[in-house]
């Protein structure tokens, strides 16, 4: 199937097979899809290499063009793309990235790329708990921002609630 950039859209057409859409999340509806096809491939005891090299280049796209650091305190985070619009907002579920990165690291065989994804993982951990921190309750939002002003905060209502998210916790097991 075509991914445009390399990455895999948000919406599909059920009756065409095409793309209805050009937005990318690691947040909400595009977060199980990458998780599933590491995990698919490590189910099939690593034999799959299809779904291995389909993970390694969407992987790939979303390092190139949703991984950004923060300027003050360099906080790594995964953006939102709309279209052609990058919107520098980390959802709550995204937070799971860290998980699947260690997970991907412990399964590499080259240590050079296990490096890289063990540090990538950490950097994602190391977001998602300052987004914890730095509300008023220890709790974190459903989504956090990055500007020149703001780094892993809640901005707008519907980004200041909680609603027992269990990613975060997934990543940092």
Known sequence: MDKPEGLYPLYLNPRTGKWCSFDHSLGALGDSFYEYLLKHWL????????????????VFAMEKKMLYESQRNHLWYF????????????????????GMFALQSANEK?????????????????TCHESYIRTAV????????????????????????????????????
């Open 138 to 173: 220890g709790i974190g939002p459903e989504a956090f921002r990055f500007t020149s002003d703001i780094e892993a905060q809640a901005v707008s209502p519907s980004e200041k609630y909680y609603i027992l998210r269990p990613e975060f916790l997934c990543e940092a097991w």
């Open 43 to 58: 189910i099939t005891s690593k034999k799959d290499e299809h779904t291995k090299r389909e993970y390694d280049s969407a």
């Open 79 to 98: 953006a939102n793309i709309r279209g052609k619009r990058v919107e520098h907002k980390m959802e709550h579920l995204a937070c799971f990235s860290g």
């Open 110 to 126: 080259n240590a050079t790329v296990a490096a890289h994804y063990i540090d990538l993982a950490e950097k994602i951990a190391h």
